[in-house]
């Protein structure tokens, strides 16, 4: 039982940052003008739009309203890197094709961080940057214990795969993304340490060769590769979910997000790996309520798009 209700809170974590919509404000066109249009990217469990909240709260809106050209994309909540990638990928070539751009910025977050990695790595000639928030990028230590502690085949995996799919199930009949091919036992492997690393031996563009260094800032495949994150587990007593944040905190034995490690989620050029964000708060949910301290998630977005438009991309 303890190790089912392991999973179900790495599961219930994953689903609760996603909350609120925010109005496009007033035009101020000019500081997010990147060249080429900027494509968000979920990680586990979540989605674009659901019921008419969004997963990356407010961040669209506040991209948009001085100059970026943004779009979020609708991949598997729970499947293989690969699988998303490649969903991923023909999503990238409908906005090329809508917008008439050469190019698209990636962002993903969390396992959205992989998924665009993927992208890059087979259809370079598409992507300009990938920036990775809060990416697993070498693996998650909450995935190696849920994996490692609930054996395969098992009654516990089977429960906690049906409530995981039933989970899905409603994600997907709120955000319309219902024909979506879904597999919890799939996402969580290609979370692991391990799985992770297998991903990193076929894709290796922009990953640290050392275990906490900056990967190469222009790769070989001339894509530009960022990364940034959090390391604080409870951030704000207003927030209901960093009790769990903090629990999920305590399988780490270095700075974390409560979900992944710090050194996990360097990617290219180290932007920052320590501001006062967990996982959740990186993409400004639950309902923007984030460090009273830190500088507010729409904010770093809005940095990050004014660094590509003056890096060119």
């Given at each position: 039982?303890?190790?089912?209700?392991?999973?179900?809170?790495?599961?219930?974590?994953?689903?609760?940052?996603?909350?609120?919509?925010?109005?496009?404000?007033?035009?101020?066109?000019?500081?997010?003008?990147?060249?080429?249009?900027?494509?968000l990217v979920h990680g586990l469990f979540g989605f674009d739009t659901l019921a008419g909240i969004d997963y990356f709260y407010g961040i669209p809106q506040a991209l948009g309203k001085s100059g970026a050209n943004v779009y979020v994309a609708q991949i598997s909540a729970t499947n293989s890197t690969e699988l998303r990638g490649e969903q991923l990928l023909a999503q990238v070539q409908d906005v090329l094709?809508?917008?008439?751009?050469?190019?698209?910025?990636?962002?993903?977050?969390?396992?959205?961080?992989?998924?665009?990695?993927?992208?890059?790595?087979v259809a370079p000639e598409l992507v300009a940057s990938v920036t990775?928030?809060?990416?697993?990028?070498?693996?998650?230590?909450?995935?190696?214990?849920?994996?490692?502690?609930?054996?395969?085949?098992?009654?516990?995996?089977?429960?906690?795969?049906?409530?995981?799919?039933?989970?899905?199930?409603?994600?997907?009949?709120?955000?319309g993304g219902?024909?979506?091919?879904?597999?919890?036992?799939?996402?969580?492997?290609?979370?692991?340490?391990?799985?992770?690393?297998?991903?990193?031996?076929?894709?290796?563009?922009?990953?640290?060769?050392?275990?906490?260094?900056?990967?190469?800032?222009?790769?070989?495949?001339?894509?530009?590769?960022?990364?940034?994150?959090?390391?604080?587990n409870f951030t704000n007593a207003l927030d209901p979910t960093d009790a769990a944040i903090v629990i999920l905190g305590l399988a780490f034995d270095d700075p974390n997000d409560g979900l992944v490690g710090q050194c996990s989620t360097h990617l290219g050029k180290v932007i920052r790996n320590d501001y006062k964000m967990n996982h959740l708060d990186e993409i400004n949910g639950l309902l923007g309520i984030t460090h009273l301290f830190e500088t507010a998630p729409t904010t770093l977005y809005?940095?990050?798009?004014?660094?590509?438009q003056l890096q060119g991309l």
């Open positions: 039982m303890k190790r089912l209700t392991t999973l179900l809170l790495f599961c219930f974590i994953a689903f609760t940052s996603h909350a609120s919509t925010t109005p496009a404000g007033v035009s101020q066109k000019g500081y997010t003008e990147t060249k080429y249009p900027i494509v094709a809508v917008t008439g751009a050469e190019k698209v910025n990636l962002i993903g977050h969390s396992h959205g961080g992989p998924t665009a990695r993927y992208v890059a790595s990775s928030i809060g990416g697993v990028n070498k693996g998650s230590r909450v995935a190696d214990i849920v994996r490692g502690t609930v054996p395969e085949g098992s009654l516990p995996e089977g429960i906690a795969v049906k409530l995981a799919e039933g989970l899905v199930t409603l994600i997907n009949l709120l955000s219902s024909d979506l091919p879904q597999d919890p036992l799939a996402s969580l492997d290609a979370l692991t340490t391990e799985g992770s690393l297998k991903f990193n031996q076929k894709y290796p563009e922009g990953v640290p060769t050392s275990d906490c260094g900056e990967g190469d800032y222009i790769a070989d495949n001339g894509v530009y590769y960022y990364s940034w994150t959090g390391t604080r809005r940095q990050h798009a004014n660094r590509l």
